[in-house]
């Protein structure tokens, strides 16, 4: 149990596009998700916290017009990468927890490359 | 606010050895604490958790761990590693009743060798 996916696994975009990365909880209903940033050979970075039917809460220095977070049900969090620009490629991964509970349950992650 | 320390970036070992990753942390509340192992290019996986009760937690792949609240550790254990051990491991807390984001150690890499 307590399976987070996201999807996709990688993606290439040119500079300028944006592109949006999907974390589903699929076989529980989170009510919280997480999105964190990792770069190489560092450990994870909040960038936000979306609470399921309201605007999510950005940590400090996290621009958020240009990481635009949608928690629209108890099983999808979308985060969409806005203009994107060589300096955002990362490793993009997501966490769900249930409702009361401290445990995250972590996504597979989204590497995003930039050019 | 808590922070986590972890002393080591790198712990290399030979199979069917014994290891230790250590994990300490600093926190003005209670907290939960938790390990977790990255396999290259993947997301994390819990390998264990303590949330209250017994101080010595069992997780899965063998390892174990044990909370000391005196010292303010919660080092991993495993008394024999296998090849396919060899990850990244991440110590984190968060405090008790929600009061603080999960805060994560910057990570042990464990290579074991044959």
């Known amino acids: 149990g307590a399976v987070v996916s996201q999807h996709p696994s990688w993606v290439i975009c040119k500079s300028g596009t944006s592109v949006k990365i999907e974390c589903r909880s699929l076989?529980?209903?989170?009510?919280?998700m997480f999105w964190y940033r990792q770069f190489p050979k560092q450990s994870l970075m909040l960038m936000a916290t979306?609470?399921?039917?309201?605007?999510?809460?950005?940590e400090q220095g996290v621009e958020k017009d240009k990481f635009l977070i949608n928690h629209a049900s108890l099983t999808l969090s979308t985060l969409t990468v806005t203009s994107a620009h060589p300096e955002d490629s990362s490793f993009y991964i997501c966490?769900?927890?249930?409702?009361?509970?401290?445990?995250?349950?972590f996504g597979p992650g989204t590497r995003l490359l930039v050019l | 606010a808590q922070s986590v320390t972890q002393l080591d970036s790198q712990v290399p070992v030979f199979e069917e050895a014994p290891v230790e990753l250590r994990c300490n942390y600093s926190s003005s509340v209670s907290v939960y604490l938790f390990w977790y192992v990255q396999y290259p290019n993947q997301g994390l996986q819990l390998l264990l958790k303590y949330l209250s009760g017994s101080t010595l937690v069992k997780g899965i792949n063998g390892f174990e761990a044990e909370f000391n609240k005196s010292q303010t550790s919660f080092h991993l254990r495993k008394p024999s590693v296998h090849i396919s051990d060899t990850a990244e491991y991440f110590c984190a807390v968060i405090g008790v009743y929600g009061y603080s984001t999960l805060t994560f150690g910057k990570g042990t890499m464990l290579l074991v060798s044959p």
């Open positions: 979306s609470n399921e039917g309201s605007k999510a809460t950005y």
């Open positions: 076989d529980f209903q989170a009510t919280t």
């Open positions: 966490s769900a927890k249930f409702t009361g509970e401290e445990t995250q349950y």
